[in-house]
């Protein structure tokens, strides 16, 4: 167990709608990062937030939007959805500082029908 | 900008034999760190290793290890005494420090299938 908890981890929705991914970072974790993994591909950066604050954007669509809550938990939120949008969409916290390495939720998986 | 390279899209072992997978990344920096994550097919990530750039010394963990070439820019992973459970998507992350924010890159994998 990562510690990061993310929800729902399926679902299945239509094309056209929106719906929100949530994450809840490790405890006293600032930094959360957004990743796509669609079917047998790699990871792709969508979006990184510290603090509250956008800090890093990657490949993200203009459908798509994040935020990060005074809490920390993050939202990912993804709308006018398409097929290609189906994908696994990992959340991931990190300390501040030294030690590194992403601790990465167990990921919602997305299916736009 | 910053590219890792992740050369072998498939790579297969017998169980108990070893197996050394390739990643070679581009950078300009001097200070940053490296990781191999290990994507089963359950789907989670889970970190198998990491090396700081400044370190000399090659990391370990139990039957992985890295073979961490600074000026040739590469970070393979070499998986000792194969065991079925090993079978994964590997990937070889970069992570530079830029101002406080870390930007993490990741390479497009490699299936590792191990043969019983």
């Known amino acids: 167990d990562s510690g990061v908890t993310q929800t729902p981890k399926h679902l299945i929705t239509a094309t056209g709608q929106r719906v929100t991914l949530r994450c809840s970072p490790r405890?006293?974790?600032?930094?959360v990062y957004w990743y796509q993994q669609s079917l047998d591909q790699g990871l792709q950066f969508l979006i990184q937030?510290?603090?509250?604050?956008?800090?890093a954007k990657g490949n993200i669509l203009e459908r798509f939007s994040a935020q990060q809550f005074p809490d920390l938990h993050s939202e990912l939120n993804l709308s006018s959805l398409e097929l290609g949008d189906s994908a696994l969409y990992f959340c991931?916290?990190?300390?501040?500082?030294?030690?590194?390495?992403?601790?990465f939720g167990e990921g919602s998986r997305l299916t736009v029908l | 900008a910053q590219t890792v390279t992740q050369s072998q899209p498939e790579m297969s072992v017998q169980e108990a034999e070893t197996v050394t997978l390739s990643c070679t990344y581009d950078?300009?920096?001097?200070?940053?760190?490296l990781f191999w994550y290990k994507q089963p097919p359950s789907r989670q990530m889970i970190l198998v290793i990491r090396?700081?750039?400044?370190?000399?010394q090659n990391a370990t963990e139990n039957r992985f290890s890295v073979n961490f070439q600074k000026a040739a820019k590469s970070f393979s992973l070499k998986i000792s005494d194969s065991q079925l459970g090993d079978a994964a998507m590997y990937f070889c992350?970069?992570?530079?420090?830029?101002?406080?924010?870390?930007?993490?890159?990741f390479g497009t994998g490699t299936r590792l299938k191990v043969l019983a």
């Open positions: 992350a970069y992570r530079q420090p830029t101002s406080g924010t870390y930007k993490y890159i």
């Open positions: 405890s006293g974790d600032l930094s």
């Open positions: 950078t300009s920096e001097s200070d940053y760190y």
């Open positions: 090396q700081e750039a400044y370190k000399q």
């Open positions: 937030y510290y603090n509250g604050e956008e800090r």
């Open positions: 991931a916290s990190s300390v501040t500082g030294y030690t590194g390495e992403l601790f």
